[in-house]
């Protein structure tokens, strides 16, 4: 009987060499195996993000570990798909940056090795290294709104670290990725908006690895994170954007109708959403 080497495994090397555009350096990217009952599929949160079961074979499976490419050397990072469109004349930037950008992550993570097989803290700091590493990109990849959905995977990844290890302020950490997020999010609206920037260049907008919630998704993730990590310190900023992100949602999805085309859990979160928003509008008059 010949056995699959892949059995017990979660990952395996890619077949092909990555060259990082930065520093040269020849290395293989990791790749989530996802097939044998290593991904079971819970229930998606109302920031979007699908949970996943624990397998009785193979644990915790978390797949946006494994959605960052990170040079090994460097530590530029990006999504997959934009690693090699980094500009030419940026390269000298990243290597020039490489020293403080390590500083950065090690202070959080000091024994980081990205040339081992990830786990949830190599995963969460990856994410980190893509929102910062986005700042290299010119404005034809979308890097603002790229920087967002990596600031919201990263917020993901420090809260699965807060049930880990508590006392460890992750859940600050997740907070402030949040929150990093929302500036996100808004400050990419605000660009497609005026024609700086423009959101279309990226295919799918997840935010999380199984579904595309495209366009809606975004708008709909922008008034979520205002109403739970924007300020509240001005009551009437608070009142301004509340109202803001319940317009938002009104427009998208008709709140109490019905609608093929809108993705269910969307549409159901949206809803929730609008309620909410009602009640603490309703709460502060």
């Given at each position: 009987?010949?056995f699959d080497k892949r059995e017990n495994k979660l990952s395996y090397q890619a077949k092909d060499d990555s060259i990082c555009p930065a520093c040269t350096t020849v290395f293989r990217r990791?790749?989530?195996?996802?097939?044998?009952?290593?991904?079971?599929?819970?229930?998606?949160?109302?920031?979007?993000?699908?949970?996943?079961?624990?397998?009785?074979?193979?644990?915790?499976?978390?797949?946006?570990?494994?959605?960052?490419?990170?040079?090994?050397?460097?530590?530029?990072?990006?999504?997959?798909?934009?690693?090699?469109?980094?500009?030419?004349?940026?390269?000298?930037?990243?290597?020039?940056?490489?020293?403080?950008?390590?500083?950065?992550?090690?202070?959080?993570?000091?024994?980081?090795?990205?040339?081992?097989?990830?786990?949830?803290?190599?995963?969460?700091?990856?994410?980190?290294?893509?929102?910062?590493?986005?700042?290299?990109?010119?404005?034809?990849?979308?890097?603002?709104?790229?920087?967002?959905?990596?600031?919201?995977?990263?917020?993901?990844?420090?809260?699965?670290?807060?049930?880990?290890?508590?006392?460890?302020?992750?859940?600050?950490?997740?907070?402030?990725?949040?929150?990093?997020?929302?500036?996100?999010?808004?400050?990419?609206?605000?660009?497609?908006?005026?024609?700086?920037?423009?959101?279309?260049?990226?295919?799918?907008?997840?935010?999380?690895?199984?579904?595309?919630?495209?366009?809606?998704?975004?708008?709909?993730?922008?008034?979520?994170?205002?109403?739970?990590?924007?300020?509240?310190?001005?009551?009437?900023?608070?009142?301004?954007?509340?109202?803001?992100?319940?317009?938002?949602?009104?427009?998208?999805?008709?709140?109490?109708?019905?609608?093929?085309?809108?993705?269910?859990?969307?549409?159901?979160?949206?809803?929730?959403?609008?309620?909410?928003?009602?009640?603490?509008?309703?709460?502060?008059?």
């Amino acid at each position: 009987m010949i056995f699959d080497k892949r059995e017990n495994k979660l990952s395996y090397q890619a077949k092909d060499d990555s060259i990082c555009p930065a520093c040269t350096t020849v290395f293989r990217r990791e790749e989530l195996l996802t097939g044998g009952g290593r991904l079971i599929a819970g229930v998606i949160t109302d920031e979007l993000h699908r949970l996943y079961e624990p397998s009785a074979k193979y644990g915790d499976v978390y797949p946006l570990v494994y959605q960052a490419t990170v040079c090994p050397v460097c530590w530029f990072a990006s999504m997959e798909k934009d690693f090699y469109a980094l500009p030419a004349d940026a390269a000298e930037q990243v290597n020039d940056n490489r020293e403080k950008r390590m500083e950065e992550v090690q202070l959080l993570f000091p024994d980081l090795d990205f040339s081992r097989n990830r786990d949830l803290i190599s995963g969460t700091a990856s994410q980190y290294l893509v929102m910062r590493c986005y700042d290299y990109f010119n404005k034809d990849v979308s890097p603002t709104i790229k920087q967002g959905i990596a600031a919201l995977r990263a917020g993901w990844l420090f809260d699965i670290l807060h049930e880990k290890n508590q006392g460890e302020n992750y859940d600050w950490l997740a907070t402030l990725l949040k929150k990093k997020a929302l500036f996100f999010y808004s400050e990419a609206i605000r660009r497609e908006q005026n024609g700086q920037e423009t959101i279309s260049a990226i295919k799918n907008c997840g935010p999380d690895t199984d579904k595309n919630y495209a366009y809606e998704g975004i708008l709909y993730l922008s008034a979520l994170l205002q109403v739970k990590y924007g300020q509240t310190d001005d009551r009437a900023r608070r009142i301004a954007s509340l109202e803001e992100a319940k317009r938002t949602i009104a427009r998208m999805f008709g709140v109490g109708k019905t609608s093929k085309e809108k993705p269910g859990p969307l549409l159901e979160h949206a809803r929730d959403l609008y309620m909410l928003i009602n009640k603490e509008l309703n709460e502060t008059d």
